[in-house]
């Protein structure tokens, strides 16, 4: 069974996104050690220029590269990443499984991530052209995740 470490920034402040979650973590628990690490995102002022939002992506590089497992296949989800089809998804979980046995991906604030937690992964990923509030990104990739499992072991929750 693989590991997977989902490395996200900032919490899930309301209940319906709470819950949600919590029910694809719990789902995913059939197919994978789920290992969730939520840090602490950094106060920024209300109108924050360039060098402190750059200032704060850094700080929070630091926690999610200090928390990235070394050996794991490592993916950022950012707007600039590749888009796979949930059939594209299951077999990048499948290979991954084999290849590597554990996966890290990594959810930035709602201001993205740090360069460098980008140069330190394997894959960019995004989901979406579309733009969506980075707390639900949690919920569509865990959702994501749950489906690419079951369309390895084929069951019918894919149709």
């Known amino acids: 069974m693989i590991n997977v470490k989902l490395i996200t ?3 899930l402040k309301e209940s319906y996104l709470r819950e949600a979650a ?3 973590e719990k789902r995913l ?23 402190q939002i750059a200032a704060v992506l850094s700080r929070e590089g ?3 590269l200090a928390e990235m497992p070394k050996r794991a296949y490592k993916i950022a989800m ?8 949930s059939e594209e ?3 990048k979980l499948d290979d991954i499984a084999t290849s590597h046995g554990e996966l890290c991906l990594v959810i930035g604030s709602s201001h993205g991530l740090d360069e460098r937690v980008k140069k330190e992964c394997d894959l960019r990923l995004s989901v979406s052209k579309l ?7 949690r919920v569509i990739l865990l ?3 749950y489906r690419g499992f079951n369309i390895i072991k084929g069951t019918h929750y894919h149709k």
């Open 9 to 11: 920034v900032g919490t």
């Open 22 to 24: 919590a029910e694809y």
């Open 29 to 51: 628990g059939g197919f994978c050690r789920l290992t969730t690490v939520n840090l602490k995102e950094e106060k920024l002022p209300d109108s924050p220029n360039e060098a």
């Open 62 to 64: 630091d926690k999610i």
């Open 78 to 85: 950012c707007v600039e990443g590749r888009q796979l089809s």
């Open 89 to 91: 998804l299951a077999a």
């Open 131 to 137: 733009t969506f509030p980075h707390q639900l990104m």
């Open 143 to 145: 959702e994501a995740l």
